[in-house]
Each structure stands twice: as C-alpha cells, then as structure tokens.
C-alpha cells in the first residue's frame, strides 16, 4: 500500500519539447501537460501551465491547427541573487489539430491557478440527437 502512495504522488518532470521547429529565442520550452474530457456538446482541455501569466499567453487557431505557448518569466528582483533554483523557467508550446465537429468560432479559454481551461464547443449537427419514433 505504501508503495501506491508513494506512486501517486511523485511529481513528474518538465518534458522539454524534442521537436524539429526552430527557436528564434534561446531557452527551454516545454510541453504542458494536458487533459482532454469530452461531452456531447463540447470537448474540454485543461494545460497545466504553471507561472504563466495570462499577458504572455497566445492561443492562436490557424488552418484548423490550435496552438498553445506561453512565457515563463523568472520570479527573482533585480537586486536578488538565486540561491536555489528548482523551478525551471522558459516557454511553454503545444499544438493539437481540430476535426469539422469542433465549433471554432465560439472556444472559450480561461486561465487559472497556472491552469489553462478551454472549451471547444461541438459544432450543432455533431451532437448527438435522438430521434423520436411514432407509430403510424
């Protein structure tokens, strides 16, 4: 049993994205963290993003392609010097490719806490409908 516990609460690495892109900026990015709940009428996705704030956040939806990057500013004034650093600061980058059910016109996002909420509503002819039956 200690063994489970101990299992659920690891904490898990920052993964660095390993990709092909080039960076104009130097720097770590990252790939956030994300978990996807789908309902009949819309898909949520939550990113963890910790330390990003919501002026350095851009969400853009292009070619049916969403993207999610934001900054991670370091914490530190300028007249602290670091003692310890474990926190990792850097970008944040995440890209998913949206299918015709997605109603791309009325996403809603959210940040909170470090955590990055985004409705993607269905789009009115994919939600699932049942259809009465009468008899003649």
């Given at each position: 049993m200690a063994d489970?516990?101990?299992?659920?609460?690891q904490v898990k690495e920052k993964q660095e994205v390993a990709g092909p892109a080039e960076q104009i900026k130097?720097?770590?990015?990252?790939?956030?963290?994300?978990?996807?709940?789908?309902?009949?009428?819309s898909i949520t996705l939550l990113a963890d993003m910790p330390g990003v704030k919501t002026k350095?956040?851009?969400?853009?939806?292009?070619?049916n392609?969403?993207?999610?990057?934001?900054?991670?500013?370091?914490f530190e004034g300028p007249d602290e010097n670091d003692v310890s650093i474990e926190y990792e600061i850097g970008k944040y980058h995440r890209q998913f490719t949206l299918?015709?059910?997605?109603?791309?016109?009325?996403?809603?996002?959210?940040?909170?806490d470090g955590v990055l909420r985004l409705t993607l509503p269905k789009v009115e002819k994919a939600a699932p409908k049942k259809i009465e039956v009468r008899a003649s």
């Open positions: 489970k516990e101990s299992r659920e609460i130097p720097g770590l990015v990252f790939i956030p963290d994300v978990d996807i709940f789908e309902t009949d009428k350095d956040l851009c969400i853009d939806l292009r070619d392609i969403l993207t999610l990057s934001g900054d991670v500013a370091p299918s015709e059910v997605i109603d791309q016109g009325n996403i809603d996002a959210r940040l909170q």
